[in-house]
T-cell receptor, first 116, second 113 residues
Framework: AQKVTQAQTEISVVEKEDVTLDCVYE???????LFWYKQPPSGELVFLIR??????QNEISGRYSWNFQKSTSSFNFTITASQVVDSAVYFCALSEARRSNYKLTFGKGTLLTVNP | EAGVTQFPSHSVIEKGQTVTLRCDPI?????LYWYRRVMGKEIKFLLHFVKESKQDESGMPNNRFLAERTGGTYSTLKVQPAELEDSGVYFCASSQAPGGTQYFGPGTRLLVL
C-alpha cells in the first residue's frame, strides 16, 4: 500500500530564513510519481512539481528546490529566503503506476508560517 | 486556458438534504478525479473517471454518494441524504493522461448541520 508521511505538522520561520519540508513515502511499485502542492489561505491546491521515480536529479526553480532520494524514500522541499507569501499548507503526494489508476495519496500537510 | 472549476464554492445544508457538486475539468482532459478532505484528516481519493467511464470508485464512502460524468465533460457528485460526517472540502482534479499532473479546482466547502 502507498503511504506518505509529512512528520512536520507546523513550521514557523522568520522571513528570509531557509526552510525544508520533509516528505517520506512508501510504495511497492518501481514506477511512481511524487508531487508537491501548495494550499494558500484561499484554499485552492496549486501544483508545484511532479517527479517520476526514475529521475533522481534534484530540481531548482527560483527559490524552491527539491531533493529526491530513493535510498531513503524521501522527497524533501526547500524554500530559500522565505517570504510571507510562502505561508501556506504544503502537501506531498504519491501516485503509483500499477493498479492504482494514478490516484494521489497525500500526506497530512505541513503548515508553513513565514513571519515578517 | 481555463483551469478546473467547481461549483458551488460553499454549501451549507441540513442533515438529510441532498447536495450536488459540479466540476468542470480543463478542456481536453480525459481523466477526472474527486477527492475529499474532512476536518483534520488527509485529502482522500474518492473516484476516477476516464472520459465518461468510472475507472476506480474504491474511495467512495458509501452508496449515499453518486458521481456521474455525462458525455465525458463535466462531472457531478451527489450526496443523498447528507450526513454530518460528510462535511469537508471536496476537490476535483483533472489530468490529460494517466500519471500526468493532476490540476485541482478550488474545492467546494460542504457543511452539513
Amino acid at each position: 500500500a502507498q503511504k506518505v508521511t509529512q512528520a512536520q505538522t507546523e513550521i514557523s520561520v522568520v522571513e528570509k530564513e531557509d526552510v525544508t519540508l520533509d516528505c517520506v513515502y512508501e510504495t511497492r511499485d518501481t514506477t511512481y510519481y511524487l508531487f508537491w502542492y501548495k494550499q494558500p489561505p484561499s484554499g485552492e491546491l496549486v501544483f508545484l512539481i511532479r517527479r517520476n521515480s526514475f529521475d533522481e536529479q534534484n530540481e531548482i526553480s527560483g527559490r524552491y528546490s527539491w531533493n529526491f532520494q530513493k535510498s531513503t524514500s524521501s522527497f524533501n522541499f526547500t524554500i530559500t529566503a522565505s517570504q510571507v507569501v510562502d505561508s501556506a499548507v504544503y502537501f506531498c503526494a504519491l501516485s503509483e503506476a500499477r493498479r492504482s489508476n494514478y490516484k494521489l495519496t497525500f500526506g497530512k500537510g505541513t503548515l508553513l508560517t513565514v513571519n515578517p | 486556458e481555463a483551469g478546473v472549476t467547481q461549483f458551488p464554492s460553499h454549501s451549507v445544508i441540513e442533515k438529510g438534504q441532498t447536495v450536488t457538486l459540479r466540476c468542470d475539468p480543463i478542456s481536453g482532459h480525459d481523466n477526472l478525479y474527486w477527492y475529499r478532505r474532512v476536518m483534520g484528516k488527509e485529502i482522500k481519493f474518492l473516484l476516477h473517471f476516464v472520459k465518461e467511464s468510472k475507472q476506480d470508485e474504491s474511495g467512495m464512502p458509501n452508496n449515499r454518494f453518486l458521481a456521474e460524468r455525462t458525455g465525458g465533460t463535466y462531472s457531478t457528485l451527489k450526496v443523498q441524504p447528507a450526513e454530518l460526517e460528510d462535511s469537508g472540502v471536496y476537490f476535483c482534479a483533472s489530468s490529460q493522461a494517466p500519471g500526468g499532473t493532476q490540476y485541482f479546482g478550488p474545492g467546494t466547502r460542504l457543511l452539513v448541520l
